[in-house]
């Protein structure tokens, strides 16, 4: 048997049903990693770098090691040492901190709404 639908009938596709699926407001991940990225970082400062020393303090050792093989290079090299190290430990804990926000959205906050689709739905 063949289904028959009636002459009134319209064909919609998936952003048009997500439309009609009763106003509800949908939130993206971005927008939550975002605001979970935001608020460790607010975390941080509001600690000092507390927790960033913390987190790094294996690399003061290593950090007054190569201060003082630079120093014997140099003032230039100690400028550039310096520089390149903070790029590199920023980047690492910029990274780290993305991940985890990543990381709670993937595996908390997705599910809330009774699907995972990369979006919180509210209402």
Do not use: C
């Amino acid at each position: 048997m063949e289904l028959v639908l009636p002459n009134n009938y319209v064909v919609i596709d998936e952003e048009e049903m997500m439309y009609l699926d009763g106003g509800a407001i949908y939130i993206p991940r971005w927008a939550i990693t975002g605001a979970i990225t935001g608020a460790a970082y607010a975390a941080l400062a509001a600690a000092g770098g507390g927790g960033l020393q913390l987190v790094l303090a294996s690399y003061g050792l290593r950090s007054a090691l190569v201060a003082g093989i630079v120093k014997g290079l140099g003032v230039l090299g100690i400028h550039i040492g310096n520089a390149f190290a903070n790029t590199v430990i920023r980047s690492i804990a910029s990274a780290g901190i993305g991940a985890g926000a990543d990381w709670i959205f993937t595996n908390i906050i997705d599910g809330w709404d009774g699907r995972r689709d990369s979006q919180l739905r509210i209402g």
